[in-house]
């Protein structure tokens, strides 16, 4: 009975301290990356960047929704955190409440919402892996007005990806 509960407390401890981040902005944060990051692959970030843009404002739309209008404003913030995280060679949201709350001032922006991703080699799988992930999904279809993404290569020529909704009323 000791070692069950042992086993209970060391699993809410894991789960309390491995979720992912959140601010007052929007709960749901979450990253993906694709299984096969050794692949050798030939990616265009910029074409990447209208491609996935595309295939989110097409589901959105096959859905009842808005179309995203993209944010020139904030795609700074997506690029400086693809940097960040490819010079920790690992995916976070690390500093999302700095980058929302700079985001929200620069655009009176009400809610924020970020999704990030690595080493997926087209926007249709990237697409795919978010549409799978029940948070990824729930940023993608938010009530938000507005997006950025900003996709970036590391050394090795692997995508990083970079995501933020916002909502401006």
Excluded at 56 to 79: Q, V
């Amino acid at each position: 009975m000791n070692r069950l509960f042992g086993l209970l407390i060391v699993l809410t401890w894991t789960l309390t301290f491995t979720s992912c981040s959140s601010n007052s902005f929007e709960e749901d944060l979450e990253y993906t990356q694709s299984t096969t990051g050794n692949e050798k692959i030939t990616v265009d970030p910029v074409a990447m960047e209208d491609a996935l843009l595309d295939l989110i404002n097409e589901h959105r739309l096959s859905m009842g929704l808005n179309a995203l209008e993209n944010s020139t404003t904030s795609y700074k913030y997506a690029e400086e955190h693809n940097d960040y995280m490819i010079s920790k060679n690992s995916l976070s949201h690390d500093n999302f409440d700095e980058r929302a709350q700079k985001i929200a001032s620069e655009m009176s922006a009400v809610s924020i919402s970020e999704n990030v991703a690595r080493y997926y080699s087209s926007a249709e799988t990237t697409m795919e892996a978010w549409l799978e992930s029940a948070t990824h999904r729930t940023a993608m279809e938010g009530d938000f007005t507005h997006t950025t993404l900003s996709v970036q290569l590391d050394k090795d020529g692997r995508p990083y990806y970079t995501e933020i909704f916002i909502k401006v009323e």
